[in-house]
């Protein structure tokens, strides 16, 4: 792309995720993720029902009189993306790729975490941590990270998603909210998504696409892994293989929801070409 069209999509992400921000998620987010903890706000007078643990004796000695502290939730927050770059997520065939789709959900929660006051960090993955954007506030800041969701090329095409997962353990010692968006076509990462949901508050979002479940009927055809490059040829047609093709899908899918349950994460699921938008607000209302 170039510099002119990266800008006018960077635009278009930018009205279409505040938009959204603003009418729909602003409240149901705030709400759906508690801060650190309780700070110290200021002293005002003893009133019938207020927590006698909360009576401040030297205020109260000074002022001749009974005050008890008020103490506010801390809102600030840190939000890391961990964003799966693998090639597997080039595939798409409703009009936009698992890819796009990823990038337009990261640019919704970064405005929500921008109108929210909170920092949001991100993270790029193959089978290795191919960028880490530290997080941070501010408009310019979420602005640069939708740019390289829209521009960044991997270095490599397989998936890790331990290495992520490590990798985001390693550089914050302070509990976040860290949204994981991939199409986890991977294994072997229940442990390391268990070590990190015990620190961190996590929640995976799994994309996949039409075609990711059902292979279409179409003869014969020679068909490519993205990621490891090797090429086989298919016959569609084979009931056989199209049901093992669907078998293969349902596995990933259902060992996604039996590894985030038993890790104590959460986790949706959202097709390209749906409506994420809705499925996004249910979460955070249920979260609140």
Not at 7 to 22: A, H, P, W
Not at 154 to 164: D, Y
């Amino acid at each position: 792309m170039t510099a002119a069209e990266i800008l006018k999509e960077v635009r278009e992400l930018q009205i279409k995720s505040k938009k959204l921000t603003n009418h729909l998620f602003t409240g149901e987010y705030h709400t759906a993720f508690k801060g650190q903890g309780m700070a110290f706000k200021e002293v005002k007078e003893y009133s019938a029902g207020d927590d006698i643990r909360f009576i401040d004796w030297n205020v109260s000695a000074r002022m001749n009189g009974t005050y008890s502290k008020v103490f506010e939730e801390e809102r600030e927050l840190s939000v890391f993306l961990l964003v799966d770059a693998s090639a597997s997520n080039l595939f798409g065939t409703q009009s936009q790729s698992k890819k796009d789709l990823i990038t337009e959900i990261s640019a919704v929660l970064a405005f929500s975490a921008l109108s929210n006051n909170d920092k949001t960090g991100l993270i790029f993955f193959t089978d290795t941590v191919e960028k880490y954007i530290p997080s941070s506030k501010g408009h310019e800041h979420v602005l640069y990270m939708v740019r390289e969701l829209l521009t960044f090329e991997a270095k490599t095409k397989q998936t890790n998603i331990v290495k992520a997962l490590q990798f985001l353990n390693n550089i914050t010692r302070h509990k976040s909210i860290v949204f994981v968006l991939s199409d986890f076509a991977d294994e072997g990462y229940h442990e390391a998504l268990r070590v990190a949901a015990k620190k961190h508050d996590v929640i995976g979002i799994q994309v996949f696409d039409k075609n990711d479940h059902t292979l279409p009927d179409i003869g014969l055809v020679q068909v490519q892994d993205p990621e490891t490059g090797k090429n086989v040829w298919l016959d569609t047609s084979d009931a056989i293989i199209r049901y093992n093709y669907e078998l293969q899908f349902t596995k990933i899918q259902n060992d996604a929801k039996n590894v985030f349950r038993t890790s104590g994460a959460d986790l949706l699921q959202i097709a390209t070409g749906e409506d994420y938008v809705k499925t996004l607000q249910q979460f955070f209302i249920k979260r609140a």
